[in-house]
């Protein structure tokens, strides 16, 4: 694979000169070229992979314009972070076209996942590994590649299901065949669980991770990542700025904070963690991405962003769900109130129904929506200070949407 630093901007000029036309974005090519030109972005290796990538990549999941994925590799962006679950199937198919037409594949590091959730407990392990193969095949036909760089096993949040013999014996084909480079697992809830398990087995590449701010004063976890660091694991990061836009209720309103949370403080914090190789932020405008990319160059704080980040109003405020499941032995009725709260996060916060429809399709195998809409009051407890009953009274609102 290239050099992410030796990439030629002319040349890539030329190539999106001949190759982009479709997408709309020449005319901003040369301008962002020749104010880019001057800066040097910060980058860092990948754990073992070797792989050099910037601290700020693209988690191409709520993105639907295909000009944002250019405009991003144009900014300096070089690894996409997609999934086979994604917009069924067509966040997949729009990153293979973009990388196709800007013929770019060598300077670009792609990741995507295979998630299993839906048909989790329902099928044999046999059933899965096929349905697993299965869709690794779709993932490439869409994506347009033969190889993927990184391929995760997505949303597993037990260390058990990371030591699956008959997967880890097909992922070591497929990489002996050239289909995968590097091997992963995505979490967003038992990070520690799963950080600490990769750095025991030693046989996972990588690891994308839900990880922010709001996790501030979780010392096991930081242990976890450091662990897991020193034995070689690339880390990334998502869910960096805590689930998108600030989101408010009664118990949670602030004072002195009206407007958005400060999106550079909140990712450079992720990113000052020296162990955390990249951040894969969920950006959709141009604009998010100008200022997602701007900590790619310099990673110390303004006096703003301190001021933020020491503030005990915005540790109060942040209202975001660490999926840790102290909460379900609250609920009488045994609701996954963390699956539920994640689907409020895609719904309301990522404004992603189709998301969150699939997330709440997942919670009512295991105790969704339906268990709470006839509780006329919820009595479900959260350790870090986030309004469930509030969140669950906005679900409900979407009940409509096919998810009770």
Known sequence: MTDLKQV???????????GIGSLGVIGQLQAKAEDQAQKEII???LGRTGLEVPVVSMGVMNASVADLVASSYEMGVRHF???WIYQRGNNE??????VQQLNCRDDVIIGT??????IAGRKSPEELLAAFKDRFQESLERLQVSTVDILYFHAIDNPEHMRWPELQETLNEWKAQKKIRFTGISCHSNMTGILNEAARSAYWDVILFAYNFGMSDDKELADAIKRAADKGIGLVAMKTQAGGSWYRNGMQNSARFKGDLNQTAMLKWVL????????IPGYTTHDQLKQNFSVAYDLSYTPEEREFLESRETKLGLGYCRQCGACKATCPKGADVPTLMR????AYQYHNLEQAHDAMQEASRNGGLSLCMDCESCTVQCAHSVAVQDRVASLKKLADYRWV
């Open 113 to 118: 996942k295979i998630h299993l959730g839906d």
């Open 43 to 45: 980058t860092r290796k």
């Open 81 to 83: 972070d997609t999934a």
């Open 93 to 98: 198919r729009m990153v293979g076209k973009v």
């Open 8 to 18: 030629s901007r002319r040349n890539f000029l030329g190539r999106a000169a001949a």
């Open 343 to 346: 689907s409020h996060m895609y």
């Open 272 to 279: 000052n963690n020296p162990h955390i190789a990249t951040a």
